[in-house]
Structures are given as structure tokens and as C-alpha cells.
């Protein structure tokens, strides 16, 4: 079982800057892939990044490519997503997810059908 756990969500002006950590326990897997979704108010939680826990092979939305990065530090079992140049339209809760995928999926996954494990979200606002 692993257990995630948000922080770093706040209230920032467009333009401005904001990184999000997720910190993970739980079970020892021979790989994890581990991404970010969000979900703004009336719409449905949408991919944002994921990174494949050993290897840190990353994929994006393209709505985020060139502003925000996804990173880990295997040493403190923790997922970061350094967010720049954020827009308005950025606002979200944003959740931490993870997804112990089958030997025979080599890339990392985007669709949040596949994750198993949520953290309980962290709100992110983006004022104009």
C-alpha cells in the first residue's frame, strides 16, 4: 500500500512561481510510475505530468510543457512539481498519484484510470 501526501498549494499571482511536493511511503516495487493531475471546479481531473520513479523518464500535458517540471528525489521518497509562469487558468486542486504498472507497459501512463493511489489534493490558486 503506498500513502501520498500533498503540500505546497497556495494563492499566487499569474506569473508567479509555486512547487508542490508529494511525499510517499508504503511498499517496495520493482517500478512506480508517479504523476500529478488536477481538477478544477466543474470540470473533470486532467493529467498534468507523471515520471517513471527509477529511471525519471517524464511525460506532460501539453498545456503545462515549458512551464512546469516534474522531478523526484529517490534519497527522500519525494515527487516535486516546480510550477512557472502560472496562469489563471492553472487553478486546481492539484493530487499526487501513483500506479505500480504490469512488466509489459513500457511507457509512463496519462490517463488517471490507471493510477491506483491519490494523495487528498492540495488547492492551487491563480489570481489575474
Known amino acids: 500500500q503506498v500513502q501520498l501526501v500533498e503540500s505546497g498549494g497556495g494563492l499566487v499571482q499569474a506569473g508567479d512561481s509555486l512547487r508542490l511536493s508529494c511525499a510517499a511511503s508504503?511498499?517496495?516495487?520493482?517500478?512506480?510510475?508517479m504523476g500529478w493531475f488536477r481538477e478544477a471546479p466543474g470540470k473533470e481531473r486532467e493529467f498534468v505530468a507523471a515520471?517513471?520513479?527509477?529511471?525519471?523518464?517524464?511525460i506532460y500535458a501539453d498545456s503545462v510543457k515549458g512551464r512546469f517540471t516534474i522531478s523526484r528525489d529517490i534519497a527522500k521518497n519525494t515527487m516535486y512539481l516546480q510550477m512557472n509562469s502560472l496562469k489563471p487558468e492553472d487553478t486546481a486542486v492539484y493530487y499526487c498519484?501513483?500506479?505500480?504498472?504490469?512488466?509489459?507497459?513500457?511507457?509512463?501512463?496519462?490517463?488517471?484510470?490507471?493510477?491506483?493511489?491519490w494523495g487528498q489534493g492540495t488547492q492551487v490558486t491563480v489570481s489575474s
Open positions: 498519484a501513483a500506479t505500480v504498472p504490469p512488466p509489459w507497459v513500457l511507457k509512463v501512463r496519462s490517463s488517471r484510470n490507471d493510477y491506483n493511489y
Open positions: 508504503g511498499g517496495t516495487f520493482s517500478r512506480i510510475d
Open positions: 515520471i517513471i520513479w527509477s529511471g525519471g523518464t517524464t
